[in-house]
T-cell receptor, first 110, second 113 residues
Framework: AQSVSQHNHHVILSEAASLELGCNYSYGGTVNLFWYVQYPGQHLQLLLKYFSGDPLVKGIKGFEAEFIKSKFSFNLRKPSVQWSDTAEYFCAVKGNDMRFGAGTRLTVKP | DAGITQSPRHKVTETGTPVTLRCHQTENHRYMYWYRQDPGHGLRLIHYSYGVKDTDKGEVSDGYSVSRSKTEDFLLTLESATSSQTSVYFC????????????FGPGTRLTVL
């Protein structure tokens, strides 16, 4: 069965630190990959997506993610986080259906 | 904004009572979904619809039913609510390339006492 694993449950960073959130999935076929962000009290918003082509995708607010097919990974990165990036981040994989990871809570200290 | 609204936004109910949550969309999207969000589990699919009167079960469908009599409305019903159904419920639609992108409504926080 399809599954998504996010390695970090809670990440705490200071402003200007670099961010990398891990996401691995298990599925043998073609996938579409997504990162969503959920700010406190709000709904999920699409941060970036990968369908095909260049495995390095850029999203909104300076986020990017790299698809490494051999590792079944789609890690999210940002070179310098801001306090406003405090949120929960969800990786999602669409194979047969859409599956979400458990989420990573990011706290950025000012 | 994909034109999705959910009602009610908050509800407190008692064990054993029926509850219906409504998802309304204004952009004629074919695919609609109901998810529940729980700490440590992310989002899990309850039911989805691929057209009027066409629905199917998701990963955690036990205890839930859905109906879609109009394109714009997708209803989620808890026939007899239990405390394990306390959660935040999100409706979503598919759009974009090959309908692979999902966009979410604002959510309904349901508490079952």
């Amino acid at each position: 069965a399809q599954s998504v694993s996010q390695h970090n449950h809670h990440v705490i960073l200071s402003e200007a630190a670099s961010l990398e959130l891990g996401c691995n999935y298990s599925y043998g076929g073609t996938v579409n990959l997504f990162w969503y962000v959920q700010y406190p009290g709000q709904h999920l918003q699409l941060l970036l997506k990968y369908f095909s082509g260049d495995p390095l995708v850029k999203g909104i607010k300076g986020f990017e993610a790299e698809f490494i097919k051999s590792k079944f990974s789609f890690n999210l990165r940002k070179p310098s986080v801001q306090w406003s990036d405090t949120a929960e981040y969800f990786c999602a994989v669409k194979g047969n259906d859409m599956r979400f990871g458990a989420g990573t809570r990011l706290t950025v200290k000012p | 904004d994909a034109g999705i609204t959910q009602s009610p936004r908050h509800k407190v109910t008692e064990t054993g009572t029926p509850v219906t949550l409504r998802c309304h969309q204004t952009e004629n999207h074919r695919y609609m979904y109901w998810y529940r969000q729980d700490p440590g589990h992310g989002l899990r699919l309850i039911h989805y619809s691929y057209g009027v009167k066409d629905t199917d079960k998701g990963e955690v469908s036990d205890g839930y039913s859905v109906s879609r009599s109009k394109t714009e409305d997708f209803l989620l019903t808890l026939e007899s609510a239990t405390s394990s159904q306390t959660s935040v419920y999100f409706c979503a639609i598919s759009a974009g390339q090959l309908y692979n992108e999902q966009f979410f409504g604002p959510g309904t926080r349901l508490t079952v006492l």
